[in-house]
Structures are given as structure tokens and as C-alpha cells.
């Protein structure tokens, strides 16, 4: 059946108001609108003058008058009253408006994502005309032709609104039809009618619901515009919109009766807005807007003990005891736990573990790279050229990235920035660290590109990254990193997402790079036919420790710790063929089955 | 590109046939009978069948639709009967001062919404975030009739620092200079509500970009954190900004309406209201057209430009 009426429904409703009022600004929002609502809905039992009895010797009485709280208008009635009463006039306007543009909106959206096919294009081609028109006009055109008045403000508020549930709905139902369950009531001989509304819709209901506390305080808000220019409510009906346009002719004289209607409006329309936010949160938290922190130019350091700022003698990367994790609002879930390591100038370490095991974030670590918040760095020191970078200042940390230590990422059209040329991406990465000038920086990406062996180079270089193949992405992801001629390069997952043969010629030029420059080279992989092919040592890494590590052919030859037999065993070879499973499974005792 | 442009201008053409399409229903709503209401008490069956085959009303909708529409191509739009003249001489005379105040409000709520998105992102949950977000709730709340007033209040009045109406002075008035202490007040109080939509937007544009992978690239390679911002990632929000500031300007076109009437702004918006209030329909009917016309074209525009920024799009 349908996810949302399994039993408990009461249940969930109680936790989604408690979630509500969790959100302080959600929880004002309803407590404002409830008392509007109340004091409107109470209008005829409460001790306030009749609305329309005009007593002109008292006209434009200024606010705290006797008799008149907030005063009286050009007619000498009493705002309070006009205030309370026109409260009413716009809430039930605005919300009629709102369920008549949900009622059909949502009818046709789900009759087109249901329908699909030449239904679909139709009423979707319709929707789109009305969205065509500038959102008040074709409104205004409505009106013009009905003749001003409330009712015909309402019908062409909600006519202008269609569109946005027809939209929303149509969307979500296109998604929805295809699902099992449809699938499941369709095959038991339900009607389409029958499949729409009770399979269907209730699952598109939040949405509905969503699209209309959204709406409802701009329908508010436009009923009352129309009103204000005198086209919705007539006399003696009036609305905030028209008590407001009627005022406005005193202005100057007596600005209180223009102002008070209008700061009705807006507590009215803001308390309903916020209402609104309150409920989409709850209802579809994806939506929520910036609930993820956004990452800052370093990860976060915040390390117990402060390790010493300097190495005698150095390789060029050392890494003691570093330790990274994630903050998990309060507590800290480790990734990468006290783990250390070394690389030699032209040496190549390789890094392998499997999918979580760390090692990725133990790349982005060394240069402060991990996306934080939530990464943070809890402990250790980097050494690069024997300085611990984690101890220096952001710009320094900053001027090391890409000049000493490059780094090559796994997905080259995930990592590429997607609207610049790939000559230009390069150039920007010389221009960083050396301002030799737009045009010789562009000579010097095309000469590397010719390096990473792009044919053509002068050609592609004004090419974008989705118009070369993967292979040729990750090229140039190679090139830019060779841009500043680095000490260490440090490559993740570099081969991953290309196919083999691709993959042997990128492992290649990496190879020959580290040989004519001296590199070193940190190749981060989960493949022990990578590493054993060019490595010349290796850490195994799993949860987040480094479980073994050594020249790459004594760990292939005799490996100590289980998990690297394992992974050992799991690179297949030609012609093994369907023995494999059999040599691969006494090592998994978990996959016994 | 040049394609491109040809593909969408083609593309444009059913829309606006469209919009005459459904400004031809509307108009067609009017209740009770055009004859009938043109002889009053002369309305014998007979004159009547008279006035509708002089006025072609005996003919079908279809018919009515294809003539209607080769008139407008023309440049016919009808004579407004209360101002006695042609109705796109009107049309295009009010047009040109809702574009100098659709125009500057739209500019004022690109620059300002972008600005204090792009800052609200970068700043997310410090101060700098919550006092945006804070003006970003009032913006989207606010009445933008019920705010020009109070501008004129304490602008205006209280303060006497700028005009309170009009276009130009009275008197003396007609340079720039004066057209753009006239165009203050109303200009901005129609970009508020927008400049609310375009801030949030850009902000929710921004923090999305910031996620991704590229921009770890642009910061792997060294730069410095205010090019990851406004040069890598600002670019990128961009291409989601465009199609949004081409919405708002439906809005501001829209907006026009309630802005000229509280500033007595001379402009297509204030002109509207003037002729539904005296049910001059075929002057309602070529002003919505023409705005309508022109904001098909605006996001047209909008595409273009999102097409020259984004190269995966032309395709």
C-alpha cells in the first residue's frame, strides 16, 4: 500500500506539529496567525463598534482616541472594527483563492503525470501560456473583463496561481506513477480513477500541502494589491487592500489610517510565510535550504597536543599520528585514526583499502582538503619538506596547495569546473602561483597538455570538460596538477572511473612523470593490481587505521595481516576464470552462503 | 550561438500565439451581449443582428480569432473609446515609462539579491546570514503598495528628500538627473519584493555549488578563497540565478501596476487600472499583450544569456 496511510497516522501527525513548533521561528509564525485567525473568526461577539456606522463630526480621529483604540477613518468609523472585520474579508478571499487554485492545480497536475502523452502535453502547454503572462496582468485582464469586484479578484487570483500547483503536482505524480505499488493496484484491477486518487494522491498530498502554505500569504498579499487599486472589494465590502486604497487619500493628513491596514497586512502575510518555511521543512526536509554547512577554505584544526613544527632531515611528506573525523553535532566520529607514514622525493606509496576505509579522507587531510564542516582534524602533524603544515596560517597553507603538493581527483567530470575551457583551467593553475601573464600561461597549459599526451593540444584546450572523452579529462586533471612542477602528487582513486585500457595508459604516464621529475607520488587506490604494478611500497589501510605497511613486494610475497591476504586474493587473473569465487571465498568467512 | 538564438525566437512564436490566444478568451468572458450594450434601448432583434454582422460577431470563435489576430499583426489594436485615439499609440507612449522602472528595479534587485545572497552563503549562520535573511522575510512580506506609501511619508514628506510623484517636475524638470530623483522611491519599492526572491535564491545557488567537487579542484589548486567564491563557484550559481531574475522580471513588469499607481507614474501599469475602472477593454487588452509580449522576450533574453554562460546548453 501507499507510504502514508499505513497505520499510526495520528501518531505521525502529533510528531510532525512537534517538530513544527521545535522551529522557534515556524512556532511564532503559527502562534501569529492563530490569533489573527481567532480574532477574526470572533469579530461578531466582540465588544467592537458596527464596522460601517460613519459619524462624520468624529472623521480622522488620530489612534488612543476615546471610544476609537486606533482611531477612525475619513467616514468617522472605527479602524479597530474596520481592521478586524476587513481581517476576515482578506483571510477568507485569500484562502478561498488558494483551495481554488490547489483544487485545480493539483487536478490537473495529477491528471497530466498520470496521463502522460498527448493529455500531458496538452494541459501542460495551457499551463505554461498562463505562466507566460506577466504573474498580476493576466489577473488584472480577468478582472477587466468580469468587472471589478471581490468575487471575480478571487476567481482570477486563483486562475494566475494554477500553473504553480499544475507544476509542482505534475512533477511529483510523473515520479510516482511508475512506482511498484501503482503497478501492484493497476494489476488488481483498480480503475485509472480509482489508482489516481487512492494510490496516488495521497502520496502527492504533501506536496499539495507544501505549494499551498507557500502560496497563501502571496495570494493574501495579491488580493489585497487588488483590492488597494480599487478592482477587488467594493463598497460597502471591504478588505485590508481597499481600506488601505481608501485611506490612501488622507496620507498626508492622517497617515494612521493607511498605515495601520497595511502593517496588518504585512504581520498577516509575514506570520503565514513563516508558518509556511515552517511547514515545507517539516514536510520535505530536502528542501530545506542551507542545512548543510558550507565547506571552508581549510578543514577545521583542532588538535589535543600540538606535535613539533619541524622534522630534522626530511623526506618530503611525513605523517605522524593523524587523526581525522567528523562532527556529528557534539561528538566527533573518527574516519582516520593515528596513522602515519612516510614518502621519499620520486618514491611512489600507494594507499589501498576499500570504500570507507579512510584513505580518501587521509588524502583530502594532508592539505586541509576534507569538507568541513563536518571534517575536522583532531590529530598529528603533516610534514611537507619537514614543516608541519597543519600548524600554518590559512594563506600559507593555501600558497602550498598546487604549488608543492598537486593533487589528481578520482571523477574528472565531477572535479573539472564544468564552464570553463580545460586550456583555461589549466592556466588558472599556473596564474595562481606564477604570474607570468594571461597569454604565456595559456602557452604553458597547451605545452602540458602535450605532455599528458592530448593530441592536439592547441585545439583542446578551448574545449570544455563534457566535450573530451574520460580518459582526456583525466589528463588534463593531470596536467593541472603538474602546472607548478609539485614535490608530491597526490592521486585519488585516478583510475576508477575509466575502463582498463584507458586506465593502463594513465598509470603509465604517472609512472614515467615520477620518473623524469622525481615525484613523489601517493597513488590512493582499492586495487592491488594498480599497486602492485606501481608501487614501491605500501600501506594497507581498513577503518580508518593502517593495518600493515612495507615494500610492495614483501607484502605481496607474505603478507601479515588478514585483510591484506584478502585483498590480495581478490585481484583475479586472466584466465582463472569461475575458480576464482572458490580460491576468494574461505578468506570472506562472512560470505559463507 | 547563432542557431541557438533562431531555435528559441522559433520557440517563442507559439508562446505569444498562445498569450493571444488566452487574452482572446478572456475577452470573451465579458458577460452579456456587445450588441445589446452598444444599442441600449435600439436593441431589436433586427439592429441587432445588424451591429453583430457589421462587427463580425456572427462569425465563429475561430474565426473571430483569425481575424482579431491579422489586425494586431497590422498594428491594429482597436481605438480606445474613452481616450479617442488608437490603442497601441496609447500602449506605446505608457510602455516606455513601466521599461525605465521595470528596468531599473530589475537591475536594483539583481544587483542587490545577488550581492546579499552570494554574502549570506558565504557568511552562512553568522550575523552577516541572519540580518539577510531577516530583510529577505520582510522583503517577500511586504505590501509593495503599502511600502511606497510609507516611503512618501518619510521621504517625501517628513523628509523632503525626493519627489513623492510624477516622472519629472512640473516645473524645470525633464533633464536626467531629474528623472532619476523621480525614479528612487519607486523604483526601489518595486525591486523589494523581488530582491527578497533573487537573495534567497542566490543564497540556496551558492551553498549547493560550494558542495561540489569542482570547487574542492579550485582550492586543491591553491586559490585563494575569494576566487573559489566569486570566480568559480559564483559563475556556476549563475547559470541557476539567470532564469530566476527573468521570472522576476515578469514580477516587476506585473509589480508596475500597484508602483504607478501609488507614484502617479505615467506608465502602462497605472494606465490599466485607469481603463478597467472605466471598462475600456480593448485598452486593457493591448496593454497586457504588449507587456506580456515583451516579457516572452525578456526570458528569451534570459535563455540566451544562460546558454552563453553554460556551453553544455547549446547543444
Not at chain 1, 56 to 85: A, C, F, V
Request: net charge positive; glycine share 10%; hydrophobic share 50%.
Amino acid at each position: 500500500m501507499t507510504d502514508l496511510t499505513t497505520p499510526a497516522p495520528a501518531r505521525k501527525r502529533r510528531s510532525n506539529l512537534q517538530l513544527l513548533l521545535a522551529n522557534r521561528l515556524a512556532a511564532a509564525g503559527l502562534f501569529i496567525f492563530g490569533f489573527i485567525v481567532i480574532l477574526a473568526l470572533l469579530a461578531p461577539i466582540l465588544p467592537i463598534p458596527n464596522p460601517d456606522i460613519t459619524d462624520q463630526p468624529n472623521r480622522l480621529l488620530p489612534p488612543l482616541s476615546e471610544g476609537h483604540l486606533l482611531g477612525t477613518d475619513h467616514l468617522g468609523r472605527d479602524i479597530l472594527s474596520r481592521l478586524i472585520w476587513g481581517t476576515q474579508v482578506s483571510l477568507l478571499v485569500g484562502v478561498s483563492a488558494t483551495a481554488l487554485a490547489a483544487f485545480f492545480g493539483s487536478l490537473i497536475g495529477l491528471v497530466a503525470g498520470y496521463a502522460r502523452g498527448a493529455t500531458d502535453s496538452v494541459l501542460m502547454r495551457f499551463v505554461d501560456m498562463l505562466m507566460a503572462f506577466p504573474y498580476i496582468l493576466l489577473a488584472i485582464a480577468i478582472v477587466a473583463a468580469l468587472g471589478p469586484g471581490l468575487l471575480n479578484a478571487l476567481y482570477a487570483i486563483a486562475l494566475v496561481n494554477i500553473p504553480f500547483f499544475a507544476r509542482n503536482i505534475r512533477g511529483v505524480t510523473v515520479s510516482i506513477r511508475n512506482r511498484e505499488f501503482v503497478d501492484a493496484a493497476r494489476l488488481s484491477g483498480k480503475s485509472h480513477a480509482a489508482v489516481l486518487f487512492t494510490e496516488v494522491l495521497p502520496n502527492v498530498l504533501p506536496v499539495i500541502v507544501i505549494t499551498m502554505s507557500t502560496t497563501v500569504g502571496w495570494m493574501i498579499l495579491e488580493t489585497a494589491g487588488l483590492s488597494f487599486l480599487g478592482l477587488g472589494a467594493q463598497p460597502p465590502t471591504s478588505d485590508l487592500g481597499s481600506m488601505l486604497g481608501q485611506a490612501r487619500a488622507q496620507l498626508f493628513t492622517a497617515p494612521h489610517a493607511s498605515i495601520i491596514p497595511g502593517i496588518m497586512i504585512f504581520v498577516l502575510v509575514m506570520s503565514i510565510n513563516l508558518l509556511g518555511d515552517g511547514v515545507r521543512d517539516v514536510l520535505d526536509p530536502r528542501l530545506r535550504s542551507g542545512t548543510l554547512g558550507r565547506p571552508m577554505p581549510v578543514t577545521r584544526i583542532k588538535r589535543s597536543a600540538k606535535p613539533s613544527l619541524t622534522l630534522p632531515e626530511p623526506p618530503a611528506l611525513v605523517v605522524e599520528n593523524l587523526s581525522t573525523g567528523f562532527d556529528t553535532g557534539g561528538s566527533i566520529t573518527p574516519a582516520v585514526n593515528n596513522i602515519g607514514f612516510r614518502l621519499d622525493k620520486g618514491e611512489c606509496l600507494g594507499l589501498i583499502g576499500e570504500s570507507g576505509s579512510g584513505k580518501s579522507v587521509t588524502a583530502l587531510s594532508l592539505m586541509g582538503l576534507v569538507a568541513s564542516p563536518p571534517g575536522v582534524i583532531t590529530n598529528g602533524g603533516v610534514y611537507i619538506g619537514g614543516k608541519d603544515v597543519l600548524s600554518l596560517r590559512e594563506q600559507e597553507l593555501i600558497a602550498l596547495r598546487g604549488a608543492r603538493v598537486a593533487y589528481v581527483f578520482q571523477d574528472p567530470l565531477t572535479t573539472l569546473h564544468p564552464l570553463f575551457s580545460v586550456g583555461d583551467q589549466i592556466a588558472e593553475a599556473v596564474l595562481t602561483h606564477n604570474p607570468i601573464g594571461k597569454r604565456r600561461a595559456r602557452q604553458r597549459a597547451i605545452e602540458l597538455m602535450d605532455t599528458v599526451g592530448i593530441r592536439d593540444a592547441s585545439g583542446r584546450a578551448s574545449a570544455y570538460p563534457h566535450e573530451l572523452s574520460g580518459g582526456q579529462r583525466q589528463r588534463i586533471g593531470i596536467a593541472m596538477a603538474l602546472a607548478n612542477d609539485p614535490d608530491i602528487i597526490i592521486a585519488d582513486e585516478p583510475t576508477t572511473a575509466l575502463d582498463v585500457t584507458v586506465q593502463a595508459r594513465i598509470l603509465e604516464l604517472l609512472q614515467n612523470l615520477r620518473r623524469e621529475r622525481g615525484l613523489a607520488l601517493l597513488l590512493i587506490t582499492h586495487d592491488f593490481g594498480v599497486v602492485a604494478e606501481v608501487c614501491d611500497r605500501v600501506a594497507v589501510m581498513k577503518n580508518g587505521e593502517i593495518v600493515e605497511q612495507g615494500e610492495t613486494q614483501t607484502v605481496l610475497r607474505d603478507p601479515q595481516h588478514d585483510y591484506t591476504k584478502r585483498l590480495i586474493a581478490c585481484v583475479p587473473e586472466l584466465g582463472e576464470g569461475r575458480n576464482f569465487l572458490d580460491r576468494v571465498r574461505p578468506l570472506f568467512p562472512e560470505a559463507k552462503a | 550561438m547563432p542557431t541557438y538564438i533562431a531555435k528559441r525566437l522559433l520557440a517563442a512564436i507559439p508562446v505569444i500565439l498562445g498569450l493571444s490566444i488566452i487574452v482572446f478568451l478572456v475577452m470573451k468572458l465579458i458577460p452579456g451581449d456587445p450588441a445589446q450594450a452598444l444599442l441600449g434601448s435600439y436593441a431589436t432583434p433586427d439592429n441587432v443582428a445588424r451591429i453583430n454582422r457589421a462587427l463580425g460577431l456572427d462569425r465563429s470563435w475561430p474565426e473571430q480569432y483569425v481575424i482579431w489576430i491579422g489586425n494586431l499583426l497590422q498594428g491594429d489594436f482597436g481605438r480606445s473609446y474613452i481616450l479617442n485615439r488608437p490603442v497601441i499609440d496609447e500602449v506605446l507612449e505608457r510602455f516606455g515609462a513601466t521599461l525605465i522602472l521595470a528596468g531599473a528595479s530589475l537591475v536594483i534587485c539583481s544587483v542587490l539579491g545577488i550581492l546579499a545572497g552570494i554574502v549570506s552563503a558565504v557568511r552562512q549562520f553568522g550575523w552577516t546570514d541572519r540580518i539577510v535573511t531577516f530583510f529577505v522575510l520582510i522583503g517577500i512580506s511586504m505590501p509593495a503598495f503599502f511600502l511606497g506609501l510609507v516611503f512618501i511619508l518619510f521621504f517625501a514628506v517628513q523628509w523632503r528628500l525626493l519627489p513623492a510623484s510624477g516622472m519629472y517636475a512640473v516645473y524645470g524638470g525633464g533633464d536626467l538627473p531629474d528623472l532619476l530623483r523621480h525614479l528612487i522611491l519607486p523604483a526601489s519599492t518595486l525591486a523589494i519584493v523581488a530582491t527578497g526572491v533573487v537573495a534567497r535564491l542566490t543564497r540556496a545557488a551558492m551553498l549547493e555549488v560550494l558542495r561540489q567537487d569542482f570547487i574542492r579542484t579550485a582550492r586543491a589548486k591553491g586559490l585563494s578563497e575569494n576566487k573559489v567564491i566569486y570566480r568559480h563557484a559564483f559563475r556556476a550559481a549563475l547559470v541557476s540565478i539567470i532564469p530566476v531574475l527573468g521570472i522576476q522580471a515578469g514580477f516587476v513588469l506585473g509589480g508596475a501596476v500597484y508602483i504607478e499607481t501609488v507614484f502617479q507614474w505615467p506608465g502602462l501599469g497605472q494606465m490599466l487600472v485607469k481603463a478597467v475602472s472605466t471598462r475600456d477593454l480593448l485598452l486593457v487588452q493591448g496593454g497586457v499583450l504588449v507587456a506580456a509580449t515583451v516579457y516572452v522576450l525578456v526570458n528569451l533574453l534570459a535563455d540566451v544569456a544562460q546558454a552563453l554562460l553554460d556551453p553544455r546548453l547549446k547543444a
